[in-house]
Nanobody
Framework: QVQVTESGGGLVQAGGSLRLSCAGS????????MGWFRQFPGKEREFVGA????????YYADAVKGRFTISRDNVKNTMYLQMNSLKPDDTAIYYC????????????????????WGQGTQVTVSS
């Protein structure tokens, strides 16, 4: 079993920045692909970004391309999501997810391809 915990959410004004962290515990995350998803009220979780086990490959949803950057530090056993130029439409609960595969392969943007999840952290962007 892999356990991950998100942190770094909060309230920020439009145009501002936040950095979310996803810290693993119990075992190393270095052999797993990982991703970020977000959920709006009354909606299904949607894909934000994903990263391969080594950090060499990343993918982003069109809505966040050019504004968000996903990275990881396998020494610290932590994945990050740097969010810049935030918009009110970015307001959501953000979840960290771990896939039981080293590479991203296909369907990396599907929540059903991930095996372990954090509890989520709230991001609120005011206008």
């Amino acid at each position: 079993q892999v356990q991950v915990t998100e942190s770094g959410g909060g309230l920020v004004q439009a145009g501002g920045s936040l950095r979310l962290s996803c810290a693993g515990s119990g075992r190393t995350l270095s052999r797993y692909a990982m991703g970020w998803f977000r959920q709006f009220p009354g909606k299904e979780r949607e894909f934000v970004g994903a990263i391969s086990w080594s950090g060499d490959t990343t993918y982003y949803a069109d809505a966040v391309k050019g504004r968000f950057t996903i990275s990881r530090d396998n020494v610290k056993n932590t994945m990050y999501l740097q969010m810049n130029s935030l918009k009110p439409d970015d307001t959501a609960i953000y979840y960290c997810a771990v896939r039981n595969l080293a590479g991203l392969y296909s369907k990396y943007d599907s929540e059903y391809e991930y095996d372990w999840w954090g509890q989520g952290t709230q991001v609120t962007v005011s206008s």
